[in-house]
Nanobody, 121 residues
């Protein structure tokens, strides 16, 4: 079974930092884009950042200059380093990946289970 497993969420005070990780597991041939989205209570899911297999990155306006996305292709893992956190960053963070499976070369868009980040003022 191909899946994404996230880790690294938690509670932090404003101005602090957290690092999220998301590992893809299963019989995977390749992974194209990997990214992070977030959803705050009562709000729609919001784009945070994406990174291509070649390392090209793109960020949402609200996190530019504070968050950094990176990936380790050998480990099929994407990271989100979050610095200078603000209370408005409080949300459930979801990992996303576009995967080609090793069996039958199927294209799958995967989502992680979500990890909660809480930033207190």
């Amino acid at each position: 079974q191909v899946q994404l497993v996230e880790s690294g969420g938690g509670a932090v005070q404003a101005g602090g930092s957290l690092r999220l990780s998301c590992a893809a597991s299963g019989r995977i041939s390749s992974i194209n884009v990997m990214g992070w989205y977030r959803q705050a209570p009562g709000k729609q899911r919001e784009f945070v950042a994406v990174i291509s297999s070649g390392g090209t990155t793109n960020y949402g306006d609200s996190v530019k200059g504070r968050f950094t996305i990176s990936r380790d292709n050998a480990k099929n893992t994407v990271y989100l380093q979050m610095n200078s956190l603000k209370p408005e960053d409080t949300a459930v963070y979801y990992c996303n990946a576009n995967v080609i499976t090793a069996v039958a070369s199927r294209y799958l868009e995967l989502w992680g289970q979500g990890t909660l980040v809480t930033v207190s003022s």
